[in-house]
Each structure stands twice: as C-alpha cells, then as structure tokens.
C-alpha cells in the first residue's frame, strides 16, 4: 500500500485547531439538507437504528433524530470532541477507527459515511466492511465529493482561481494523507459488489455565491490545506490568496465540487420492518 505523509486529522485539519468545528458546520450548511432529504427517501424514521461513520460535529446524526425521528444514531469519529459538547437523547458516541481490524460495533438499519472514504486509500475494503454492518432489509449510504473541473481531459475552458486552487488542493490532499475523489464514481459498483441490491446514485452539485457557507468552507479548507497546496508546485501564496478572493467577489463563476450520495439495500427482511 502507498505510504503517504499522515492522516486526516493529524496531517491536515486537525481538530485542535482554532476554528475546526465551524469549518465542518460551513460544509454541513451546504450539503446537510440534501442528505436529510435522501436518507428520509430511503425511509430512515422511527424504528431505524443508524450508524454515521465520520460523524464530525454530528449535524447528520442529530438531524436523524429530531427530525426523521429514528430511534438512535451511533455517531463514529477518531475524534470525538465536537460531538460530545452537544449531547442529545438518542445519540451515542464513540470514538473509534473505522478502519481497524476489530471495529465491530453491530448492525443497524442505516449505516451512513459522509467525506470519509474519499480519505482512506482502503476504500473498497472498507466498502464492505460498512455492507456488512447493514441489518437485512438496512441501507447503506455513502457520500464523497466529485470535481466535474479539475484536470478533465481535453477540458479547454478557461481556468480561474477557483478552479488553480482546487486542482492543488486535490493533488496536495493526495500526496499527503492519500485523498483520491478520481473513485468515487465507482461507488455504485462496489456497493453492488458488495452484495448491496439494488444500489442507485445522484449528484447535487451546489452554486458557489459570495458569503456563502460553502465558499466560506473552501476558504477556510484551502488555508488549512495550503502547506499541502503550496508542496505540488501548482500555487504559491499569491494564487491561493487570488483563489480566496475570488470566491468572495461577484466575479466568481466556476462549477464548485459535488457531492455524489450512492446507496445500496441489504437483501432480506428485517425483523423491524
């Protein structure tokens, strides 16, 4: 396996780190609604037990509980700070790692991985390792993000800062911690080949507007990354600042990244069903 130069949370967004939770809270402003609205489709309500792996600051997992009102959510981290200062009736905490060899921590009817797997060079594996914690009849829900415009062959469309940005922060991601979005959309197919039937996909694609929580989120993720940035060679500190910039002006026109939400069905009946 390719060794790389950490992990996330220790190479780059540490939670230590001043600001951290309102960083993640600016993405969950952007992409919490949509996934609310998928997981509810998919019928998480009451009776359901879930799992949210990379929980975060735990926005998803509470918003299963006050408002698709599912029974419990166990809420999974390597860090789990940000979840334990907001408790909440139904939702448990643990800090574990998803990728260790005797994280076992049951079934359950939803099993959900936001912007996690995108990290994790032993994505497949742990593809099925997650089908595996899914009950019959439970669903299992992931989510990363996709570029639709960093590096796409024989894309002759003008660059901006936006886009320079994005490309340097993908490759520093990549040289560093082993972040690989090029994978994401075989999603589907691993989760089929995990034994997940039938399995399905969309991709929401939010607009970037000046102040808004996700060009807030990509400032803030560019100058928590922009060592990793500056190491490809494609910015410097000038470019990375332009990058920053633009986002906040009405010059800013540029497709931002998606996210692509697949999901896949245990067969079989689960005795809650």
Do not use: N
Not at 96 to 115: Q, W
Not at 218 to 236: E, F, H, I, K, P
């Amino acid at each position: 396996m390719e060794q790389f130069g950490g992990r996330y949370g220790e190479a780059v967004f540490r939670p230590e780190q001043a600001g951290e939770g309102e960083r993640i809270d600016f993405g969950a402003l952007a992409y919490d609604d949509i996934t609310m609205a998928r997981l509810r489709a998919l019928g998480a309500g009451p009776g359901w037990r879930c799992l949210d792996v990379g929980a975060g600051t735990g926005t998803v997992s509470r918003r299963l509980l006050a408002e698709a009102g599912v029974t419990s959510v166990l809420a999974v981290d390597r860090d789990v700070r940000f979840l334990r200062d907001r408790p909440l009736p139904g939702l448990d905490v643990l800090e574990a790692d998803v990728t260790a060899p005797d994280f076992a921590p049951g079934r359950f009817r939803l099993v959900h991985a936001r912007f996690v797997l995108m990290h994790l060079p032993e994505h497949t594996r742990l593809v099925t390792r997650l089908a595996e914690l899914v009950e019959p009849g439970g669903v299992l829900v992931l989510s990363d993000a996709v570029d639709l415009t960093s590096g796409l062959p024989g894309d002759v469309r003008p660059g901006t800062p936006y886009t320079a940005a994005m490309r340097a922060m993908w490759q520093g991601l990549r040289d560093t911690i082993g972040t690989d979005v090029s994978r994401v959309p075989s999603y589907p197919q691993l989760l089929r080949g995990a034994g997940l039937v039938p399995v399905a996909a969309e991709i929401h694609v939010p607009p970037l507007r000046p102040g808004s929580p996700l060009s807030r989120f990509w400032a803030d993720t560019w100058q928590r990354s922009r060592a990793a940035m500056l190491a490809t060679g494609l910015v410097d500190d000038a470019a990375v600042d332009e990058a920053v910039r633009y986002l906040e002006s009405d010059e800013c026109a540029a497709l931002s990244a998606g996210m692509l939400t697949a999901w896949g069905r245990k067969p079989g009946e689960s005795a809650r069903a």
